[in-house]
T-cell receptor, first 116, second 114 residues
Framework: KAGVTQTPRYLIKTRGQQVTLSCSPI?????VSWYQQTPGQGLQFLFE???????NKGNFPGRFSGRQFSNSRSEMNVSTLELGDSALYLC???????????????FGPGTRLTVL | QKEVEQDPGPLSVPEGAIVSLNCTYS??????FMWYRQYSRKGPELLMY????GNKEDGRFTAQVDKSSKYISLFIRDSQPSDSATYLC??????????????FGTGTRLLVSP
């Protein structure tokens, strides 16, 4: 069974630009969560989607948005990039929503975003 | 103050040593506690999962939760060089909207030398 895939793996952007990251969950998984990982702050929860609906959201500004498609694939968008947005962006999929229980989350390898 | 505190390390030990990794937390609503391992250039993978207080053992790994002290630990026996990775604790609780959120520690980098 294929794991969680994320594209692209590496991305370099400049301040003010916008970026879209993509995540394909494990087949059959309906929940996709996004996280930002930085050396100083660690792993921080961005949002979770389940069946195309945002079920939970972390404390990030509105520049960070996401969506989920009917095939459970998810995209995350960051507009007006800032230097502080440089991070590893991870997505994780699970069978059910994390809001509904404690189903195991499987992480992808991440997208390394560098903002210059 | 962060909800979950974890010493970033690095923690360097010789092969065969017993390793103790720890996290403290402040939110008493946390009920489920997890440990993830993350190798360089990879996403985290779930190692251990514990509900409420108590111990759980899986091979060389033992997870311990003390809810009264708001303290969780992961012990690794007979540590191997392949255990060298960053270990993240994570926990879930109930938000004021009723949904659970997953909160991670910043991770402890472990180096096991041959």
């Amino acid at each position: 069974k294929a794991g969680v895939t994320q594209t692209p793996r590496y991305l370099i952007k400049t301040r003010g630009q916008q970026v879209t990251l993509s995540c394909s969950p494990i087949s059959g998984h309906r929940s996709v969560s996004w996280y930002q990982q930085t050396p100083g702050q660690g792993l921080q929860f961005l949002f979770e989607y389940f069946s195309e609906t945002q079920r939970n959201k972390g404390n990030f500004p509105g520049r960070f948005s996401g969506r989920q498609f009917s095939n459970s694939r998810s995209e995350m968008n960051v507009s007006t990039l800032e230097l502080g947005d440089s991070a590893l962006y991870l997505c994780a999929s699970s069978l059910v929503t994390i809001a509904g229980g404690t189903d195991t989350q499987y992480f992808g390898p991440g997208t390394r975003l560098t903002v210059l | 103050q962060k909800e979950v505190e974890q010493d970033p390390g690095p923690l360097s030990v010789p092969e065969g040593a017993i390793v103790s990794l720890n996290c403290t937390y402040s939110n008493s609503a946390f009920q489920y506690f997890m440990w993830y391992r993350q190798y360089s250039r990879k996403g985290p993978e779930l190692l251990m999962y514990t509900y409420s207080s108590g111990n759980k053992e899986d091979g060389r790994f033992t997870a311990q939760v003390d809810k009264s002290s708001k303290y969780i630990s992961l012990f690794i026996r007979d540590s191997q060089p392949s255990d060298s990775a960053t270990y993240l604790c994570a926990m879930t609780g109930i938000t004021n909207t009723g949904f659970q959120k997953l909160v991670f520690g910043t991770g402890t980098r472990l180096l096991v030398s041959p």
